[in-house]
């Protein structure tokens, strides 16, 4: 079978790399790519955003599956492009159309669906500029600190929490006024703040059934201690250790259901994977977020965990046969710590050159903003190499991730050394 992955992260070599494994896997082609992930298939230098452009390389390589990394082709409507022409429309998509892509594209709209189908989450309300003074008289009925979401796609750096009310009224104002975050902002959703920890669960769904793969914690400030700017993702954890039985029952049972349900009762189609963003409060299972794609960097902890062929996984999933479909997991702990570019996640250079990668022993390194250039690996992005390890507890597999970081090299290296402080 021909496989197109559409995406150039780490989730995206991280998916490629497990996907070569399978015998069933025929040409691996990943679109655009970069340099880690030519080890696995065969780079295309498209944009998944130019639905044209995905079709010409689908029909020229006889392509009989395509797995979307990113949100952003999905909240544009990729599936629904595959369904509507004559020439693509029995080639399997995982990853949701597009109104089933609103749960990540609006926060508002994932805010109505949990409500709807009686799911935990935050109290909120929405405003836009019309309602602004409204806004800041729902700031005042709530207590510190303030969260404050743009409703669209922010490249995951759309959330503010902020201590002081005076802050967060100017900052809603920035955001609605001045489009901080863009148009994500032109619509900013407030909500009570809640107090827990965090953590993730993954589902893959058939649009009748559902398996649950295996759960993570990611980190996403840039600082040691969960201090500074949002990233992107500066390392993961899987599994989580706090979530015993007893809560993933809950989480199963209150949250993944009732979601799998009110997609079923209000008629939308889902095929792919849901990622719930959840907190713990008092050892009850909130949702912070739903995203419809593997998160980035927790594909890079959770598909290294799963030991079935990922190919045997998605042919179940296009078929509707995920019913019968048996995960077999790792039952090691995997950690990732990602290394990025100086001066990420604001203002940083590309093209520091990477040493070192050869000598990395144990450990598996999945690219993400790399680049190769007359044979060389450069850095092209913010994001750089996720470096990720097992072992019999998540502090054994950090050591030997730390241990390999300590090999490679390029100008103005960063990571965070206290992934899983907190645990």
Not at 6 to 21: F, M
Request: proline content about 4%; charged content about 25%; aromatic content about 8%.
């Amino acid at each position: 079978m021909n496989i197109l992955i559409l995406g150039s992260g780490g989730r995206e070599c991280t998916l490629a790399w497990k996907l070569a494994q399978s015998k069933k896997c025929g040409q691996l082609f990943i679109a655009p790519g970069n340099a880690g992930t030519v080890k696995y298939g065969k780079n295309l230098q498209l944009n998944p955003l130019d639905f044209d452009q995905v079709k010409q390389a689908v029909i020229n390589n006889n392509i009989q599956l395509v797995i979307v990394g990113p949100e952003d082709p999905l909240v544009r409507g990729i599936h629904d492009f595959f369904l509507e022409d004559k020439d693509l429309q029995n080639i399997p998509v995982i990853g949701p159309q597009k109104l089933a892509a609103q749960l990540e594209g609006s926060k508002e709209f994932a805010k109505e669906f949990m409500y709807r189908h009686q799911i935990p989450t935050a109290q909120y309300k929405s405003f836009t500029l019309g309602s602004l003074n409204e806004g800041f008289d729902f700031l005042e009925t709530l207590k510190a600190p303030y969260v404050l979401k743009a409703d669209g796609l922010a490249a995951g750096k759309g959330v503010l929490i902020l201590n002081d009310l005076e802050e967060a009224k100017r900052e809603l104002e920035e955001m609605l006024a001045q489009e901080k975050f863009g148009e994500a902002s032109s619509k900013v959703v407030i909500e009570e703040f809640l107090d827990g920890i965090e953590m993730s669960s993954f589902v893959l769904t058939d649009s009748e059934n559902y398996v649950i793969l295996p759960n993570a914690k990611d980190y996403k400030r840039i600082g040691e201690g969960d201090k500074g700017l949002n990233t992107g993702g500066m390392g993961a954890i899987s599994p989580v250790p706090f979530a015993d039985k007893e809560f993933l029952t809950k989480v199963e049972e209150r949250v993944i259901i009732p979601t799998i349900k009110g997609l079923k009762k209000d008629n939308i189609s889902y095929v792919g994977f849901i990622f719930i963003g959840l907190i713990r409060v008092n050892n009850e299972p909130f949702v912070i977020e739903y995203n419809v794609r593997m998160g980035d960097p927790e594909t890079e902890v959770v598909i290294p965990r799963i030991k079935s062929d990922l190919v045997e996984l998605f042919t179940a999933t296009a078929e509707k046969k995920l019913d019968s479909f048996v995960l077999d997991l790792d039952q090691r702990s995997a950690t990732t710590v990602m290394l990025v570019s100086g001066g990420y996640p604001e203002a940083y250079e590309k093209g520091m050159e990477i040493s070192g990668l050869e000598n990395i022993n144990d450990s598996l390194v999945f690219h993400a903003g790399t680049k190769l250039v007359d044979s060389k690996v450069l850095t092209s992005g913010g994001r750089v190499l996720a470096v990720t390890s097992f072992g019999e507890d998540f502090r054994q597999a950090l050591d030997q991730s730390y241990k390999n970081i300590e090999k490679i090299k390029f100008d103005k290296m960063n990571y965070r050394k206290d992934i899983g402080f907190d645990l």
